[in-house]
T-cell receptor, first 116, second 115 residues
Framework: AQKVTQAQTEISVVEKEDVTLDCVYE???????LFWYKQPPSGELVFLIR??????QNEISGRYSWNFQKSTSSFNFTITASQVVDSAVYFC?????????????FGKGTKLSVKP | KAGVTQTPRYLIKTRGQQVTLSCSPI?????VSWYQQTPGQGLQFLFE???????NKGNFPGRFSGRQFSNSRSEMNVSTLELGDSALYLC??????????????FGPGTRLLVL
């Protein structure tokens, strides 16, 4: 069965610290897609990144970076030099080409608090 | 491009009533998905519509239904409301092609409180 686990429920850091959010997934499909979304207090889920199962290259976008490792079924997200505006709930999600017919399967989310 | 819009943003209903929520997708997007978010269960998939047809459905009772119009706008309806239906209902849109591949873009949600 497909599943996404975000073991860290809440993380609190001080501004400028680096922080890594963990995501572990389970799927039987060989073709699948992984996503990260950010949910600020306003409620809207903001898309951050999509990765397909064939592309294990790490991705860097400004202060954000993602480490995808199929061998450990992980897709971790690192924020470098965190800022107060990064405070939000972050969700990792899985979409399978066949198994779940395209709907997103979300982890429970990690609430990140960045204190000044 | 304008993003996904949802109306109303907030709603208070009483048990036994019914409610209709509306979602307008990003222009050009033909697929609309609905999700329920609660503190206990997290984000759960309700259903997905493409070209006015329901293509996929999550594990929710029949009280939850939806539809999509020819302009891709979608509505979801919950009948005979229960206290446990209190949640943030999120709508997402995507182009609607090969499922799984596409990025879903979310609206701000409708926060429903059932008293």
């Amino acid at each position: 069965a497909q599943k996404v686990t975000q073991a860290q429920t809440e993380i609190s850091v001080v501004e400028k610290e680096d922080v890594t959010l963990d995501c572990v997934y389970e799927t039987r499909d060989t073709t699948y897609y992984l996503f990260w979304y950010k949910q600020p207090p306003s409620g809207e889920l903001v898309f951050l990144i999509r990765r397909n199962s064939f592309d294990e290259q790490n991705e860097i976008s400004g202060r954000y970076s993602w480490n995808f490792q199929k061998s450990t079924s992980s897709f971790n997200f690192t924020i470098t030099a965190s800022q107060v505006v990064d405070s939000a709930v972050y969700f990792c999600a899985l979409s399978e080409a066949e198994g779940s017919q395209g709907n997103l399967i979300f982890g429970k989310g990690t609430k990140l608090s960045v204190k000044p | 491009k304008a993003g996904v819009t949802q109306t109303p943003r907030y709603l208070i209903k009483t048990r036994g009533q019914q409610v209709t929520l509306s979602c307008s997708p990003i222009s050009g997007h033909r697929s609309v998905s609905w999700y329920q978010q609660t503190p206990g269960q997290g984000l759960q998939f309700l259903f997905e519509y493409f070209s006015e047809t329901q293509r996929n459905k999550g594990n929710f009772p029949g009280r939850f239904s939806g539809r999509q119009f020819s302009n891709s706008r979608s509505e979801m309806n919950v009948s005979t409301l229960e206290l446990g239906d209190s949640a943030l209902y999120l709508c997402a849109s995507s182009m609607g092609g090969w499922r799984g591949y596409e990025t879903q873009y979310f609206g701000p949600g409708t926060r429903l409180l059932v008293l």
